[in-house]
């Protein structure tokens, strides 16, 4: 089974600043099958990337994806206050699918 | 649009089997290339995934719940049933439907609203 682990754990910006997630894999991930979703308090998680680079449906440009192997990055390239949330990433390389334990983006 | 939502018990009896149940629209369950996963989010912790059903009937279950899972589908019903059984109440989340696309891979672009299942002792 792929452990995935996130960092920082948690994380507090001011709006307009640059924000990178890590998401870092036990094990190669298969062919970039490597996804992020952002979860807000009593929401479902939404999907943001996939493929470890391409934004899903809806998603703003702001959000980018990148990496390969073991060492995937999220980044939001301007913080804006609807972006405060939960990310997690989740591997889907080979089963089981994983999920990381998440990294909480916060508002100052 | 594709929709999903989960409905259920949510309170259960430590050692009871579990039935969750995905209704879905906007989507076939037998379109090639779908699929309808579950996945648990304990209180306060991370998202698991627990099984996954296929267009063709192929079932993917996660390991680390040892033979607990079974996951069906009634496309005629546009249903996806998840039974969980031998309950404890470490088992106590938030339980997830969520949709897999046909374009490739195990990712999810839809979920329901999730169903909070407690499990008393």
């Known amino acids: 089974e792929i452990v995935l682990t996130q960092s920082p754990g948690t994380l507090s910006l001011s709006p307009g600043e640059r924000v990178i997630l890590s998401c870092r894999a036990s094990?190669?991930?298969?062919?970039?099958?490597l996804a992020w979703y952002q979860q807000k308090p009593g929401q479902a998680p939404r999907l943001v990337i996939y493929?470890?680079?391409s934004r899903a449906t809806g998603i703003p440009e702001r959000f980018s994806g990148s990496g390969s192997g073991t060492d995937f990055t999220l980044i939001i390239s301007r913080l804006e206050p609807e972006d405060s949330a939960v990310y997690s990433c989740?591997?889907?390389?080979?089963?089981?699918?994983?999920f990381g334990q998440g990294t909480k983006v916060e508002i100052k | 649009q594709i929709t999903l939502k989960e409905s259920g018990p949510t309170l259960v009896k430590s050692t009871q089997t579990l039935t969750l149940t995905c209704t879905v629209s906007?989507?076939?369950?037998?379109?090639?290339?779908?699929?309808v996963a579950w996945i648990r989010q304990p209180p306060g912790k991370a998202l698991e995934w627990l099984a996954l059903?296929?267009?063709?009937?192929?079932?993917r279950y996660s390991p680390s719940l040892d033979g607990r899972l079974t996951i069906t589908k009634d496309t005629s019903k546009n249903q996806v049933v998840l039974t969980m059984t031998n309950m404890d109440p470490v088992d106590t989340a938030t339980f997830y439907c969520?949709?897999?696309?046909?374009?490739?891979?195990?990712?999810?672009?839809?979920w329901g609203q999730g169903i909070l299942v407690t499990v008393s002792s």
């Open positions: 969520a949709h897999r696309g046909p374009y490739g891979g195990n990712f999810f672009d839809h």
């Open positions: 906007g989507f076939s369950l037998d379109t090639r290339g779908v699929g």
């Open positions: 493929g470890a680079s």
């Open positions: 059903v296929y267009w063709d009937d192929d079932q």
């Open positions: 989740q591997q889907y390389g080979s089963s089981p699918w994983t």
């Open positions: 094990q190669s991930v298969s062919n970039k099958y």
